[in-house]
């Protein structure tokens, strides 16, 4: 048995060893197919962690689309701990992978990571979140949402929303993960949108973790602290959920008493809107699984591809015909 063919197997049964310890119950995501085994490629995925029903499905979907690709995926879940995706991707580095794609948790602080990265000669996907670095040379390409497009939507509703009068609109935005690119983008998006209206005070930011149980606790205590709130911006659907929850605690009616705006498009989050509890949802898609696997795949064979691969994303508001948005799958 060849080296390479030795540390395929060892790739494969590391594989199957970490979905059975994740404890999901699925197959092993890994797949060869006999002879060919030694020319089927190895990505190296280090997802960020299970954080909301958005980033569930974003795993299911790489795991599915590695599977159909053919490709052997080495799967890593950093439980919200930018060490642990650090550790994933040395440890892909080791067993010299094909490609490496990983979801960074934060912007900064990947340099050198992945300058041992390209060391070792292995390309990089970033998938679903964006980084800082000085030396672009780091990644081959970026793979998800444009997030300051995302802000600028859900800034435009907003404005749609409350006509030119001269009431002031006292809105109270839930961050998402502290110095996460979509945290990040969608606030500055935001900000770029209602800048020019004074109408507009963002009186209260304050993160949730892109978490229901985050969001719910931080929206608690909001309330407990201000009474004139109009609008909730959120960054996420399920830190949104979670202050739906606090709000009708308290004997608020989400989406009359206060507007709410939301980013992910999760089916619980298009079922609020249609209950009339959300009045906007921005898109996000989490199936990048097979746009993943195809750019890995062109990478593997030399192909150029775009730095920069973006989803289009929809918006949804109160205003459109619902029974047209098709069931969402996550
Ligand atoms: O909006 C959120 C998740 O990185 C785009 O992370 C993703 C975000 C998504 O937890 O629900």
């Known amino acids: 048995m060849s080296f390479r063919s030795l540390k395929k197997k060892t790739v494969m049964l590391i594989c199957a060893l970490m979905l059975s310890l994740a404890g999901c ?28 029903s958005w980033r569930t499905c974003n795993t299911e979907s790489v795991i599915k689309a590695a599977q159909e690709a053919g490709i052997n995926l080495m799967f890593e879940e950093a439980e919200q701990k930018q060490e642990n995706q650090i550790k994933a991707i040395r440890s892909f580095i080791a067993y010299q992978v094909d490609v490496i794609a990983f979801a960074p948790i934060v912007k900064t602080g990947w340099d050198n990571v992945l300058s041992e990265a390209k060391a070792a000669g292995i390309p990089v996907i970033l998938t679903d979140r964006t980084i800082d670095t000085d030396d672009e040379s780091l990644y081959t390409c970026y793979i998800g949402s444009d997030f300051i497009t995302e802000g600028l939507m859900a800034g435009d509703f907003l404005k749609k929303k409350f006509p030119q009068d001269n009431k002031t609109v006292n809105i109270v935005e839930l961050f998402g993960t502290v110095g996460a690119a979509p945290a990040l983008g969608r606030s500055e998006g935001f900000r770029e949108a209602i800048k020019d209206d004074s109408r507009f005070h963002i009186i209260c930011s304050q993160s949730g973790d892109f978490m229901r149980s985050k969001g719910k606790e931080a929206m608690t205590g909001i309330l407990k602290y201000y009474d004139d709130i109009d609008v909730l911006y959120s960054h996420n659907d399920s830190m949104t959920l979670g202050a739906i929850e606090a709000m009708e605690e308290a004997g608020i009616s989400p989406g009359e008493d206060i507007v709410i705006i939301t980013i992910d498009g999760e089916q619980e989050a298009v079922d609020a809107l249609k209950a009339g509890e959300i009045n906007c949802v921005v898109e996000c898609d989490p199936m990048l699984g097979p746009t993943i696997m195809d750019t890995a795949k062109k ?24 029974n047209e948005i098709p069931p969402r799958g996550y």
């Open 25 to 52: 119950g699925r197959e092993p995501a890994a797949t060869g197919n006999g002879n060919a085994a030694d020319e089927t490629m190895v990505l190296g995925f280090a997802q960020l962690g299970a954080e909301s």
């Open 299 to 322: 990478i593997k064979e030399g192909e150029q591809v775009p730095r920069n691969i973006y989803s289009k994303d929809n918006i949804y508001t109160e205003w459109d015909d619902l």
